[in-house]
């Protein structure tokens, strides 16, 4: 944890910043000399949502997931007011979970700072430089290398390619005719209907969709097609009208 | 003067990385044991002979590298500042990285507390994580684990050296009473089957 | 153990070009005669005890280097060494081959820019690619995949759990510019019939 100066309106103030919600619950629990056990749930929530408070009247910018916290701890704090079910065999304590996390995450943050003395003495010692062999390029151990690499390696050539041949990736694009998504879509549903619109656009790269979007509309206006959503945001279902089209017609709607 | 020694040494002097004891018996001809022994022996020499650099065995081999008295000295010299040290943020993740591994972003997320995927681009950009694959879960999230570089710059030789995860942490309160471990149902066992 | 000695040793020791004099006392504030008596002695020192390396004055300075007698184990040890490493030209191919697959051997030198018949025999010899047909077009060049053991390497259950297009940048940690998202959003497609 570190200090961190603020500067506000002239006076300084010294609030503690923290590396996440679990590491300012734990800074509470220190302080209060609490036991982790048996936290006092409605003193802590308080406590912890005046350290918010105090944030926002600092202009900080609380992230989300501390604001996370603090709606878990309020749901805490409401569970322990329910009268316990003696009849239960083994009584849940509403704060059991966040315990859990709370000595889990203490340890990790111990651990952390046992590398952070590490890390310092070792970023001391340096090996010797790497010299390239017989002039060699340079060379990756195989058993080090990682997808990382592999997508880095993937998009170091694209880009070249790109930078060489300005136009030619635009070329090589597999262009998707509105045409021969109207006539695919309407032979689909030939075979069957209605059909799941989200089942056709299924592994679709996006110039496809764009394709089968607007062929949709064509045919939709031409009447040979309706669509249905029974709900916001619900399934799309495509099915056939009475009023068969013609297909030989629909490269009219290829636009370049 | 002893030739494997030599041979050794010379090898050595020439990788910036940790060299194996077996790449180094294959290449020299020679048995493992009889590498090893040599090896410790340079160390040793090296050790109460000369100050400014060291053989140490870490991520998996042997290499030579300076001593941290010299940081300074060698920071002067070569008008660099070196690498940044690394943020809580990083240090946090490395260790549940290190004692979880493989885990998700998720996971890493869950135990933190916090988002970490920026954390986690700086980390796999200084080769101190690595993806290794995908969990079959929902949305087949990248499996993470730590690298040989972070072995070395640990000063590991392996993931095992780390201690044992329960040896961290004072823990804050008092121990727990009988009626709050039944609740809680003591977690710590799933805490230390970490192998690789 | 002598200060400035260990101080030589360790700027010496990262050091791939010659070190002058000049420079070396100026960073350590000595005197040039001193830091040159240090220089001869630690030269006598490791001539006597140190079979590996030795420190030469050269034209531009004073560097560490190996001795000749060294050059063929050296030779041999970075012989096998290189058997398990991948330049960087292979890594390039092996990823095209990755995301673009099948694929001939023409594609992928047009989109290298350069030949890549040297690097696509050594992925074949090391079993990361696999000729996989040919291509119905003139001269039938052979189609390239990826092999079941390019999956186990990146922990891959399925060529298709290669990381898409949409995480492409999150794991970079950039944005992707549009036209190339384009270039690899073409290949998806391709991926999908690949079952090992």
């Known amino acids: 944890m570190t200090e961190d100066e603020i500067s506000t309106s002239g006076y300084q103030l010294s609030l503690p910043t923290f590396h996440g919600p679990l590491d300012l619950l734990l800074h509470l629990i220190k302080q209060n000399e609490i036991d982790i056990y048996d936290i006092p749930i409605a003193r802590i929530t308080d406590q912890y949502n005046a350290y918010l408070e105090a944030m926002e009247e600092l202009d900080l910018e609380i992230a989300a997931d501390y604001i996370y916290m603090a709606a878990m701890l309020i749901h805490i704090k409401s569970k322990m007011l329910l009268p316990r079910d003696e009849t239960a065999e083994v009584t849940e304590d509403p704060r059991a979970e966040l315990v859990n996390r709370l000595l889990e995450y203490q340890r990790f943050k111990a651990v952390a700072e046992s590398f952070a003395e590490l890390d310092v003495v070792r970023m001391g010692v340096w090996p010797?430089?790497?010299?390239?062999?017989?002039?060699?390029?340079?060379?990756?151990?195989?058993?080090?290398?990682?997808?990382?690499?592999?997508?880095?390696?993937?998009?170091?050539?694209?880009?070249?390619?790109?930078?060489?041949?300005?136009?030619?990736?635009?070329?090589?694009?597999?262009?998707?005719k509105v045409s021969d998504m109207m006539a695919e879509l309407y032979n689909k549903l030939k075979e069957k209907s209605p059909i799941r619109l989200q089942w056709f656009l299924e592994g679709r790269d996006r110039d496809e969709l764009i394709a089968i979007f607007l062929g949709m509309l064509e045919l939709v206006r031409l009447g040979g097609i309706s669509l249905q959503q029974g709900e916001l945001f619900g399934e799309i279902l495509v099915a056939m009208t009475q009023n068969p089209l013609d297909e030989s017609q629909f490269a009219v709607y290829d636009q370049r | 003067m002893n030739e494997l020694r030599a041979a050794l040494e010379a090898i050595l002097f020439v990788s910036n990385e940790p060299v194996t004891l077996d790449s180094l018996a294959e290449a020299l001809g020679e048995k493992p044991d009889a590498v090893a022994k040599e090896l410790e022996e340079i160390k040793n020499f090296l050790d109460v002979n000369v100050g400014g650099f060291t053989l140490e065995h870490t991520g998996g081999g042997w290499r030579l590298a300076t001593r941290p008295e010299h940081e300074d000295v060698l920071k002067k010299y070569f008008a660099r500042k070196g690498e940044s040290r690394l943020s809580i943020a990083a240090l946090e993740t490395l260790a549940i990285v290190a004692?979880?591994?493989?885990?998700?972003?998720?996971?890493?997320?869950?135990?933190?507390?916090?988002?970490?995927?920026?954390?986690?681009?700086?980390?796999?950009?200084?080769?101190?994580?690595?993806?290794?694959?995908?969990?079959?879960?929902v949305g087949s999230p990248f499996l993470y684990r730590t690298t040989r570089e972070f072995l070395i710059h640990f000063g590991l030789n392996d993931i095992r050296d780390l201690p044992r995860l329960e040896e961290f942490g004072d823990l804050i309160g008092e121990p727990m009473s009988d009626d709050v471990v039944a609740a809680i149902g003591v977690q710590s066992a799933a805490v230390d089957d970490q192998t690789e």
């Open chain 1, 128 to 176: 010797r430089p790497a010299v390239s062999h017989n002039g060699e390029p340079a060379e990756i151990d195989m058993s080090e290398v990682s997808l990382f690499d592999l997508i880095d390696a993937f998009r170091t050539a694209l880009t070249r390619y790109k930078v060489n041949h300005p136009q030619a990736i635009e070329l090589k694009r597999t262009l998707h």
């Open chain 2, 99 to 137: 004692y979880r591994q493989p885990i998700t972003a998720p996971e890493i997320n869950d135990i933190r507390g916090v988002n970490s995927s920026a954390v986690l681009h700086t980390l796999l950009e200084r080769r101190l994580l690595r993806v290794a694959g995908r969990k079959e879960v």
